[in-house]
């Protein structure tokens, strides 16, 4: 029986979610039984250009030839999973989005004119249909797990939506906005880390990006009520998941 | 009858010595939280606690008392009704037969030092959800059956209770069927002591007890009197039948521009019992774990059915919430829902007053 295949493809990221995907331990093992893996460069399989099952792509399009590679990832694949904030909403490289780009490059680069770079850092589904996403930096590996289970199943993953808060209620950890005043983007953020960072005692800082029905102005002006100013405020929304419309949107308005 | 304060430790030996595992309030994260302990010295001695909406902090006092403070996040409900917990596992064997089993329910007998009157209300409540209704629910009655629970008296109610308005505390009522099976009172060099249950008598029974005196019993008294004396209360109208009046009130959308719709509120409240379920598999798919979970009507799954969130914004969740705990508990369970604890106030990160949005809807009743 042939196995079904997946391609793990990359776009500009710093590579950290494909070693999520290479450090799932005994799990990538019973997965290379359950999958053929055609294509993974940073684990040595080459064979870009196959037709798969699956496509997981990490990273964000961020040069010319890459929207072409994308278009024709999408053509050979029959489901597209981004994985990571760069691939779901741009990354941090997003960034420079709200920069001029030309002005960067000319002031860092020794050669700018061997820098092939777009202006904007964009997340994959600006260029073609994405059918699942995963956010996080890095991804949860449980997630990544739980979506290729269900699509080998035939169904689609259950979306994980609601607020990092419900997460931490979960585990029993204490609020670190209400105990210590941290400006904790939990109440805004979707869960699926398993509330990592206000289980360690720091406040959560929106790298799996916004959750279903947030409330971002209400948000914004609790962290302005912590005694943020309002640079820091956009700083908190303009990170990780820049790219994301509703932290953009918020980010913006408090952007001096 | 009366104890002195070193007797604590005894019975603290005592019910382990019975089996126990002793469950009390301990400093931890800034706030004071439930978990397993086997000396007096693990208790919040010479604590208070400072609660505004939206705010928890701890400070030291010069006293010696170890239950003078309101509460913390969480007291029973996440030890009776777990946050996470599996139910039920399936397997497929080689010829593609599934089978189910059931998890087994084994619990440990839990002894709870230290709950207030709003939790040992609360747990009423969860008793006739969980065990009065058409289904018994196995894993919760696992861990109730043996459960232990000796009350302490609310001394110094945070800014944030409004116990007295619901009828809940600050202290917990005499004639107490399947709440509490001792309750103290925490008086300057000992504590004031009745037993609810047999169970509670048996154990007191191996303290060194004396009769209370007219001036100990003098001393709870104003104790509770003072405890009686809270900042916030509930409106004191017929808070159900005008919330159910009031569905179109355009107080419910000024409260959403507010709320996070986060669900805080609904984790922290010590009477809040929705939960989702949702199957976990084994990579394989040999296998498949059920899980159940808090959730919260806060949430877009609480509303979710066969392709359609019935309540899409949060003005239509808040109002779910308020009008269940407030309105339509009392046609299922015979009370309300909500025992005064505060915690919805103060576990709120942007400081949102369950008082206040009552008030807010229901003093706008037109007659």
Redesign the interface.
């Known amino acids: 029986m042939n196995k079904p295949k997946i391609a793990v493809h990359k776009f500009s990221s710093c590579d950290g979610c494909q070693l999520a995907i290479f450090n799932l331990g005994e799990?990538l093992l019973?997965?290379s039984q359950?999958v053929e893996i055609t294509h993974f460069a940073e684990a040595g399989a080459l064979d870009e250009e196959a037709t798969v099952d699956i496509a997981i792509v990490e990273g964000s399009v961020s040069t010319s030839e890459d929207v072409a590679r994308l278009q024709k990832i999408r053509d050979n694949s029959n489901y597209l999973m981004t994985v990571g904030a760069c691939a779901t909403s741009g990354g941090i490289q997003a960034l420079r989005n709200m920069a001029n780009t030309g002005q960067w490059i000319a002031e860092i680069y020794a050669n700018p004119a061997v820098i092939d770079s777009l202006d904007n850092s964009t997340a994959i589904k600006n260029h073609v249909k994405v059918d699942l996403e995963l956010w996080g930096c890095p991804i949860s590996q449980r997630q990544l797990?739980?979506a290729?289970?269900a699509l080998?199943?035939g169904v689609m993953p259950?979306e994980e939506?609601?607020?990092v808060?419900?997460e931490c209620?979960?585990?029993?950890?204490?609020?670190v906005?209400?105990?210590?005043?941290e400006a904790?983007m939990?109440?805004?953020t979707r869960t699926g880390c398993g509330a990592l960072c206000p289980r360690v005692?720091r406040d959560c800082y929106g790298c799996y990006g916004p959750a279903?029905?947030?409330?971002t102005?209400?948000?914004a002006?609790?962290l302005q009520g912590l005694g943020l100013v309002n640079d820091e405020v956009a700083r908190r929304f303009l990170f990780i998941n820049s790219g994301a419309d509703q932290f953009y949107l918020q980010g913006q308005r408090w952007k001096t | 009858m009366f104890f002195k304060t070193d007797q604590l430790q005894h019975l603290l030996d005592n019910l382990q010595a019975k089996g126990y595992t002793c469950i009390g309030p301990q400093v931890?994260?800034?706030?004071i939280?439930y978990d397993e302990m086997t000396s007096v010295e693990q208790l919040p001695q010479g604590i208070n606690d400072l609660q505004q909406p939206?705010?928890?902090?701890l400070n030291a006092t010069n006293g010696s008392k170890y239950f003078d403070w309101a509460n913390g996040?969480?007291a029973i409900k996440?030890l009776l009704f777990l946050?996470?917990e599996k139910l039920w596992s399936s397997a497929q064997d080689a010829d593609g037969k599934i089978s189910f089993s059931a998890v087994k329910h084994e619990a440990k007998k839990l002894a709870i030092i230290g709950v207030r009157a709003c939790d040992i209300a609360a747990l009423k409540i969860h008793d006739s959800h969980f065990l009065q209704q058409s289904f018994i629910d196995p894993y919760y009655q696992a861990r109730r059956q043996d459960l232990l629970i000796i009350a302490v008296n609310c001394s110094r109610p945070a800014d944030t209770c409004f116990c007295y308005s619901t009828g809940d505390g600050p202290f917990v009522p005499s004639l107490l069927k399947q709440g509490a099976d001792i309750v103290l009172t925490e008086l300057q060099d000992g504590f004031l002591v009745t037993a609810q249950t047999e169970q509670g008598e048996n154990i007191l029974s191996e303290l060194a007890l004396q009769e209370s005196t007219a001036e100990q019993r003098a001393e709870s008294e104003r104790i509770k009197s003072n405890a009686s004396k809270q900042n916030r209360q509930l409106p004191k109208l017929d808070i159900k039948s005008r919330l159910f009046e009031e569905l179109n009130n355009e107080a419910w959308h000024n409260i959403?521009?507010?709320?996070?719709?986060?669900?805080?509120c609904t984790?922290?409240c010590p009477t809040c019992f929705c939960h989702s379920e949702?199957e976990?598999?084994e990579?394989?798919?040999k296998s498949s774990s059920h899980y159940r979970?808090?959730?919260?009507c806060f949430?877009?799954?609480h509303s979710y059915i066969h392709g359609i969130t019935i309540r899409?914004?949060?003005s239509q969740?808040y109002r779910q919430w308020l009008t269940h705990k407030f309105s339509s508990w009392v046609d299922q369970y015979g009370r309300s829902g909500c025992v005064g604890c505060g915690r919805c106030i103060?576990?709120c990160?942007?400081a949102i007053d369950v008082t206040e949005s009552v008030a807010q809807i229901v003093e706008k009743h037109h007659d």
């Open positions: 799990s019973i997965l359950l797990l739980m290729i289970r080998l199943f259950v939506h609601d607020k808060c419900m209620k979960r585990q029993q950890t204490v609020c906005m209400v105990t210590k005043n904790c939990g109440p805004v005692g279903e029905n947030v409330n102005q209400a948000m002006n609790r | 931890r994260h800034e706030t939280i939206g705010s928890y902090s996040p969480q996440p946050p996470k959403a521009e507010k709320c996070l719709s986060c669900g805080n984790s922290v949702n976990v598999p990579l394989d798919g979970e808090w959730d919260s949430g877009q799954g899409s914004d949060t969740r103060t576990w990160p942007v």
